[in-house]
C-alpha cells in the first residue's frame, strides 16, 4: 500500500526575518542583536556597525522581493510558510510607548500575498533576533523588565493580525541560549551559567506570558514552541555513556518539559544545586508558567553522540552544538552528520513524552551548488536529503504520532545563520548573490523546485 500523507497535512518552507528580508534600517526598523553580528552566531562579535560590511543588510532582499518569492512558494504548492517579525521593526529600541506603523504595514503586505495563494502564515515571535536597545540599556533577557517589553509586542502583534495568523511560535530554538548566550538571551558569550539559566527563567515565563496572551486575542489560533531538536546517542552501550546521553539530552529537553508542563522538572533541582545556580522564580512565575503551549515543534538537521570516556570525548562543532561523530553516519561539506532515521526516533520520543501535537519547522541540506553550462542546477544531494528524511516522517505518522506538519529550512537561498554565508545554501530557489556580496540577486528554480512540488502535489506518495 502507498503511504500518503494525511489530507490537510501542512506542506511549506521557513524563513527568519534576519536571514533573508536585508532592508535592515528601512521604514524606521532598529537596531537588532542580528545587525551587529555581521559574521554570524559562531563568531558572535558585536560590530561597529560604521565600519562593518554585513551580508545581512541586503541579504536576499525579501523585505521588497516578496511577491515574486511566494508566487513561487506557490508554485511548488505551499499550504504553509514559516516567516519571523523582526521585533526590532514593530518596537524599535525595544521599550518605545508605541508600535512603528511602518513595521506593522510591512507584515500586512506580506500576509496580503501569501492570502492571494492560499498560503497559510506561520509566525515566529523572536527568532535569534531583539532589539538591541534592550541588551545595551537594560541587559536583555538578564532583566526582567523584557519580559514585559516583549509581551507587549507579541500582544501588538497578535491583536494587529489575529484574522490573518493562526500559527504562532515563541522563541526560535529556545533551548540554544545555553550555548549562544548572546543571540538567544542578549547576554555576553562570557556569561556564566548562573546569568544565563536566570535569563533563561526570563524567557520561559516570557513565552509562557504570551502563549496567555495568544489563547485571550487569538482563541481559533495555535502557539507552540521551538526547539533544536538535538537527538543525542551514547556512544557506546556502556550503561554510563547511556545516563551521560539521558543528561545531555535533558539539557534541550528540559525547555519543552516547562513549555509543555507548565513547571520545571524534577531533574533539574539537583542540576542547578551542584552548578551553583539559584534563580529567582516569584510565585506569580510559578502561576505564569502553568499556561502551556499547544503543539512542539522542532528544527532537526542532525544528530551526534556523547561519552562518558574522557579518552573518547571528542566533540566536533555544528553550527551551536558540539557533538562527538557518529562512526556510523556520513556528514554533509559543513560536517553535520546526516541521520533521516533519527527523525523518526525524535518525532516519537516528543510525541511519547508530551503527547501534543509535532511540526518540524526546520530540515534541509546545507550544501553548495553549482550552475552547469546551461545555467541548470542538479541539486540531487538536496533531493535525497528531503526524500530521506521525509519517509521517515512518513513512518512516524504510521507510528501514530501527530503532525500537522513540516516546513523545510530556506526554501529560497538565504544568510546562514552560523557563519553568515550565502555559499551554504538550502533553497530550491537560487538566488544570485555571493559570500562578498556581488550578484544580481535573480531567483532561478533548482531541480528541486520540481520535485518538491510533486511530493506536496502526490501528498507524498512520490517519496521513495
Ligand atoms: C537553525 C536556525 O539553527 O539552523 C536557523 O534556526 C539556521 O536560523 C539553521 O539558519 C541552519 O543553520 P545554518 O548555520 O546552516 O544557517
Not at 545595551?136 to 509586542?153: H, L, M, P, Q, S
Not at 531538536?229 to 551514547?234: A, H, I, R, V
Amino acid at each position: 500500500m502507498t503511504k500518503r500523507f494525511p489530507e490537510g497535512f501542512l506542506w511549506g518552507g521557513a524563513v527568519a526575518a534576519n536571514q533573508v528580508e536585508g532592508a535592515w534600517q528601512a521604514d524606521g526598523k532598529g537596531l537588532s542583536t542580528a545587525d551587529l553580528q555581521p559574521s554570524g552566531i559562531m563568531a558572535p562579535r558585536v560590530a561597529q556597525r560604521q565600519d562593518d560590511f554585513s551580508i545581512r543588510d541586503v541579504a536576499i532582499d525579501f523585505y521588497h522581493r516578496y511577491p515574486e518569492d511566494i508566487k513561487l512558494f506557490a508554485e511548488m504548492g505551499f499550504t504553509v510558510l514559516r516567516i519571523s517579525i523582526a521585533w526590532s521593526r514593530i518596537f524599535p529600541a525595544g521599550d518605545d510607548a508605541k508600535p512603528n506603523e511602518a513595521g506593522l504595514a510591512f507584515y500586512d503586505r506580506l500576509f496580503s500575498e501569501m492570502e492571494k495563494y492560499n498560503i497559510a502564515p506561520m509566525v515566529t515571535l523572536s527568532h535569534y533576533e531583539m532589539p538591541f536597545g534592550l541588551v545595551e540599556n537594560y541587559g536583555g533577557w538578564g532583566n526582567r523588565k523584557t519580559i514585559e517589553f516583549f509581551e507587549r509586542y507579541a500582544r501588538t502583534v497578535f491583536e494587529r493580525y489575529k484574522d490573518r495568523v493562526k500559527y504562532w511560535l515563541t522563541f526560535n530554538e529556545i533551548n540554544m541560549s545555553l550555548h549562544a548566550p548572546f543571540t538567544g538571551v542578549g547576554l555576553s558569550e562570557g556569561s556564566g551559567k548562573q546569568a544565563i539559566y536566570q535569563a533563561i527563567h526570563h524567557q520561559l515565563v516570557a513565552s509562557a506570558r504570551v502563549v496567555k496572551a495568544c489563547h485571550e486575542i487569538v482563541p481559533e489560533g495555535k502557539i507552540g514552541n521551538m526547539l533544536l531538536g538535538g537527538l543525542l546517542y551514547p556512544l557506546s552501550c556502556q550503561p554510563a555513556d547511556v545516563l551521560e546521553a539521558m543528561q545531555k539530552n535533558r539539557e534541550w529537553l528540559f525547555f519543552g518539559d516547562v513549555q509543555a508542563r507548565g513547571h520545571y522538572p524534577a531533574y533539574m533541582k539537583r542540576f542547578f544545586r551542584e552548578h551553583d545556580i539559584t534563580l529567582e522564580i516569584t510565585e506569580q512565575d510559578k502561576c505564569d508558567l502553568r499556561e502551556t503551549i499547544d503543539y512542539i515543534s522542532f528544527s532537526y538537521y542532525m544528530t551526534g553522540c556523547v561519552t562518558a570516556d574522557k579518552e573518547l570525548d571528542k566533540r566536533t562543532r555544528g553550527n551551536i552544538l558540539s557533538m562527538v561523530p557518529n562512526p556510523h553516519l556520513p556528514a554533509s561539506e559543513w560536517g553535520w552528520q546526516i541521520d533521516p532515521l533519527g527523525l523518526r526516533v525524535l518525532m516519537n520520543q516528543l510525541y511519547d513524552r508530551y503527547e501534543k501535537p509535532l511540526f518540524i519547522v526546520e530540515n534541509g541540506l546545507g550544501a553548495r551548488d553549482k550552475q552547469e553550462a546551461d545555467g541548470s542546477i542538479n541539486d540531487d544531494y538536496r533531493i535525497a536529503y528531503l526524500n530521506d528524511h521525509l519517509v521517515q516522517v512518513r513512518e512516524a505518522i504510521e507510528d501514530g504520532v501527530e503532525i500537522w506538519g513540516y516546513t523545510s529550512w530556506g526554501p529560497i537561498d538565504l544568510v546562514s545563520a552560523s557563519k553568515a554565508e550565502m555559499s551554504k545554501r538550502y533553497g530550491f530557489i537560487y538566488v544570485d548573490r555571493d559570500d562578498n556580496g556581488n550578484g544580481t540577486l535573480e531567483r532561478k528554480r533548482k531541480k528541486s523546485f520540481t520535485w518538491y512540488q510533486e511530493v506536496i502535489r502526490s501528498h507524498g506518495t512520490s517519496l521513495e
